[in-house]
């Protein structure tokens, strides 16, 4: 959520401080806004904002007991979260320090603390996500690493659930790769997945989709709020830029030049369903194209492509 305004969650419940933490905040940070706790646990779960400041007083649930289910809920676990207290209230902070929280902003507020208090801790924020990115990379591509896909994939499949919008998966295999590797080793090997992975990368054009290596010599892109058209359409896409490369394959049965077969799914996800229910049909649409004589798309029941991919796999 760093890459425009950083984005706050204020949970206040008197006005007047609410509006005084919009005003002092409002023109540097993107803010969301409840005055009872439940709201505040709802709006963070569903906006993952990058900084949450609690009041201790809010009504339904208090801003300790919201500081701890957010602590609790893997989706909000890491979100740091600033709790507001009554002035001199040691057992609030003690409480709240229990709770999770990060720090506190002693009522009243002082625009100068707030500004100061919420800066250090984006900052520091900041930092550890940039740290974060590093332990998400795949060392030899470059592309997002198994750990990140599986971590997008489960964000964006909660995001679909609620918004019940589609989301689709494209898994994707160098055919033939280990007869490749045979034939010119595993050097070759690994600039050939390289080559292929700035590919892929440059086959995505939207900022919040996803590219990442699976595994071995097979990749995964994650599309949000892509509907099977849409995904059979990026998939060929990828196909063409990986036939543009030209890259020669000595030993492939399917081609003289590296190829790749990919299979496609869309799934709105339902409630109490997990994202393995999109993995398992990726795979078993890549399964499809690869039966089918490989260098193909495969799309899982999706009758709604039609004619753009090459197989369609059905259950």
């Known amino acids: 959520m760093l890459m425009n305004k950083p984005t706050i969650l204020i949970a206040e419940s008197d006005s007047a401080n ?10 540097r940070h993107e803010l969301f806004v409840a005055n009872d706790g439940s709201k505040a646990i709802e709006l963070a779960i569903a906006e993952t904002p990058d900084l949450i400041l609690l009041d201790t007083q809010l009504a339904k649930i208090d801003g300790v007991e ?36 990060i720090d506190f902003i002693s ?3 002082v625009r100068a603390v707030v500004k100061t208090r919420v800066r250090n801790h984006l900052e520091l924020r900041r930092q550890k996500n940039l740290l974060r990115g590093f332990s998400f990379l795949d060392g030899l591509t ?7 896909f599986d971590q997008f994939l489960d ?6 659930q609620r918004s019940r919008s589609p989301l689709s998966l494209i898994l994707i295999d160098v055919d033939y790769f280990k007869a490749f590797n045979d034939a010119l080793g595993h050097l070759g090997g690994d600039d050939c997945l390289r080559q292929v992975a700035m590919s892929l990368e ?8 996803l590219i990442g290596r699976f595994g071995g010599d097979e990749f995964a892109c994650v599309l949000a709020d892509t509907d099977a058209v849409g995904a059979a359409g990026v998939a060929e896409n990828i196909q063409a830029s990986i036939a543009a490369l030209a890259l020669a394959h000595p030993n492939s049965p399917a081609s003289s030049l590296v190829t790749l077969s990919l299979g496609v799914v869309t799934r709105i996800a339902e409630y109490g369903e997990e994202p393995d229910a999109l993995i398992q049909g990726a795979e078993r649409a890549l399964a499809a194209a690869q039966e089918s004589g490989r260098n193909r798309i495969a799309v899982w029941n999706a009758e709604a492509v039609g004619s753009r991919a090459s197989v369609v796999a059905e259950e």
Do not use: F, M, Y
Request: aromatic content about 2%; overall charge positive; hydrophobic content about 35%.
């Open 18 to 27: 609410r509006e005084l933490l919009q005003e002092v905040l409002g023109a």
């Open 107 to 109: 009522k009243p507020l």
């Open 142 to 148: 470059g592309l997002s690493n198994r750990r990140r």
């Open 155 to 160: 964000q964006e499949w909660r995001r679909g």
């Open 66 to 101: 919201a500081c701890t289910a957010l602590k609790s809920d893997r989706r909000t676990a890491d979100i740091p979260v600033i709790l507001i207290t009554s002035a001199n209230q040691q057992g609030e902070e003690l409480n709240g320090l229990d709770a999770g929280a």
């Open 202 to 209: 440059g086959s995505i054009h939207r900022a919040g989709d």
